[in-house]
């Protein structure tokens, strides 16, 4: 039997003479209803954004995060339910269907599947989810789409009186497309939070050269004051853990002072993390607002 890309309608495959009944059988199921996939694979988003498509009869529009994945936004898991605007109100398991309407120009087409725009699809996230939320999928999505905040609020002003509004304007004082992981929204979106002046994401630190020697995640230019959040990589791989030992030796003699944190400080103790900003901030003359 031939490699028969999936996900595939199985009457449709079975009509085209692709795999016989029995084939599909023994090699495949069904993932969505009429909807199949070899047996045992893993979907990706994208590619459960497409067999939902092709359970809507090629009718829907892939939204929410299922366009985020399409757009290419990372971080979204593997088993996040597949989204789309369609008429169909009874979707079957891991389909999330919304009835929405969309504008002219809310729409564009990705890897030959319609999706919502980057806009809309931020616009969307913004306003249905919990800020703590929507802030590190509108930062992947920005990140990977160069969407700007203007576009998303241009697209607010559009759907006036549409619910969500008042979450998405709180959403959108605090996304950032510099963000890297949602780890460093989440760092970012603390640090806000607590009163904090606003960081500045991913900043080069030139030598006297002007040689890029350190990029930070986030920080205060003004001040010399960078925020670096250690994802496991930096422990796992000895390459960027030699790397890391270079820059942090280096940031010092170039007047700049870095705190770094994990992901077991930012959950477990937040407090001293804030503290330890803050006295650096202050040191550097920074007004305390927080």
């Known amino acids: 039997m031939e490699a028969l890309a999936w996900p595939f309608i199985a009457a449709e495959a079975l009509d085209a003479g692709l795999l016989t009944f029995r084939e599909l059988r023994r090699f495949h199921e069904a993932v969505y209803p009429a909807v199949w996939v070899p047996r045992g694979v893993e979907l990706s988003p994208t590619s459960r954004a497409r067999a939902a498509w092709l359970w809507s009869g090629r009718r829907g529009v892939l939204a929410g995060l299922s366009a985020s994945a399409l757009h290419g936004a990372q971080w979204i898991e593997a088993g996040t339910p597949a989204e789309l605007v369609h008429d169909n109100r009874r979707p079957p398991p891991r389909i999330v269907v919304r009835g929405d309407r969309l504008l002219e120009g809310e729409t564009d087409w990705v890897d030959g599947l319609p999706v919502t725009t980057a806009a809309r699809t931020a616009f969307d996230l913004g306003r249905r989810m919990l800020v703590t939320a929507a802030v590190p999928r509108i930062d992947a999505l920005m990140n990977a789409t160069g969407l700007t905040v203007e576009e998303i609020a241009a ?114 103790t937040p407090g001293k993390f804030l503290d330890r900003v803050g006295a650096a901030l202050v040191a550097r003359g920074c007004p305390r607002t927080w």
């Open 155 to 268: 697209m607010a002003a559009a759907h006036r009186g549409v619910r969500g509004l008042r979450a998405l304007g709180e959403t959108l004082s605090l996304v950032d497309g510099g963000a890297e992981s949602p780890y460093e929204s989440m760092t970012r979106m603390l640090l806000v939070q607590n009163g904090f002046p606003r960081p500045e994401t991913q900043i080069r630190v030139l030598d006297g050269n002007g040689f890029v020697v350190a990029r930070l995640d986030m920080g205060w230019r003004r001040w010399r004051v960078g925020v670096d959040f250690d994802g496991a990589h930096h422990w796992t791989d000895s390459r960027q853990r030699n790397r890391d030992i270079e820059r942090y030796a280096l940031l010092p003699e170039l007047g700049w002072t870095d705190i770094r944190l994990n992901s077991g400080m930012l959950h477990n």
